[in-house]
């Protein structure tokens, strides 16, 4: 066989375990294209027009962005109720997360059922959780009753209080999501070069200098991801201000997700509720980039 005919049935070949492997991919790409690219190219659409859930729609170019930006008096609130919760939620969860991972790291006995235990929260319907802390922080419930029964206090009504309110759906949330950023710092930890460590020990390393200038720059790629995976989960919170507050009191805990889903589904207006979620696509995409950018100065990567 000459060189021609072997390039031919390689080509041949290769054809044909193209369209193979097309025909083994084909039902996930059609299920990407129906679920996702289109819905994505209709709420750009939808963005553009008044579209009520029921009615004559009409194009209306950038009116709806407008709105959200001029007139709408909710829109702003829950902006700032967004950015308020990721400011507070993301440090908390991966400071959490980092030192159980650290304390888990130790020659502990039972550190694996440990990691079991908190991480049931993660795997757990958030509504559940979400039910179960409502009930714990009623004016009688749980707290409240062990409050006044062990030390005599009386505690606010914390989830009435527009102060308390956020602060304990932040709380509810790193409760439900330590555990996975935590089983992401555990297999950095444990993946950590032994050479590096010993090395390290030998000139004297040890407590928080060895965590400050070894462990933690080693696993910086790991502490990225979370940071970035964390950040963008915190925008889009939805489930808990739901379940435990309703968004109030007032909209002292109303999300930018949350007004999505109102304007869309409470108030009808599915135009509104895209222009919205454009909005806090852009901004997501925006801090990714940002974060992005700053990864060479604040990640070591080891070559």
């Known amino acids: 066989m000459t060189q021609t005919e072997i390039r031919r049935s390689r080509s041949a070949l290769s054809r044909v375990e193209s369209r193979q492997a097309l025909g083994f991919v084909s039902p996930a790409l059609l299920g990407l294209a129906i ?5 994505v190219v209709l709420s750009i659409v939808m963005s553009l027009y008044n579209w009520p859930a029921f009615g004559e729609r009409s194009f209306n170019g950038f009116g709806n962005y407008v709105n959200l930006f001029t007139k709408n008096p909710d829109f702003w609130p829950a902006l700032r109720n967004s950015a308020v919760f990721t400011i507070l939620y993301v440090p908390a969860n991966i400071a959490v997360s980092l030192g159980l991972a650290l304390a888990l790291s ?7 059922a440990f990691r079991v235990l908190f991480f049931i929260p993660v795997v757990t319907p958030v509504v559940a959780n979400a039910l179960v802390w409502k009930m714990l922080l009623q004016p009688k419930g749980l707290i409240n009753g062990v409050s006044v029964s062990v030390f005599g206090v009386e505690l606010p009504n914390f989830l009435a209080d527009p102060t308390w309110a956020m602060i304990m759906i932040v709380v509810m949330s790193v409760w439900q999501g330590m555990g996975y950023n935590m089983l992401i ?14 090395a390290a020990r030998i000139d004297g390393a040890k407590g928080w200098r060895m965590l400050a200038r070894i462990k933690i720059p080693l696993i910086s790629p790991s502490i990225f991801f979370a940071v970035i995976m964390t950040m963008i989960s915190a925008m889009q919170v939805f489930a808990q201000p739901q379940l435990l507050t309703g968004g109030g009191p007032g909209n002292s805990t109303l999300p930018l997700v949350m007004f999505i889903y109102q304007q869309g589904f409470k108030f009808q207006d599915l135009g509104l509720a895209a222009a919205g979620a454009w909005i806090l696509f852009v901004i997501i995409i ?4 940002v974060q992005f950018g700053a990864q060479k100065k604040l990640v070591h990567y080891e070559h």
Not at 286 to 289: F, P
């Open 35 to 39: 679920f996702t690219a289109v819905p």
């Open 286 to 289: 925006l801090i990714t980039a």
């Open 106 to 112: 130790s020659r502990i006995k039972g550190r694996a």
């Open 185 to 198: 710092f555990s297999a950095a930890l444990e993946q950590l070069p032994d050479s590096v460590m010993e």
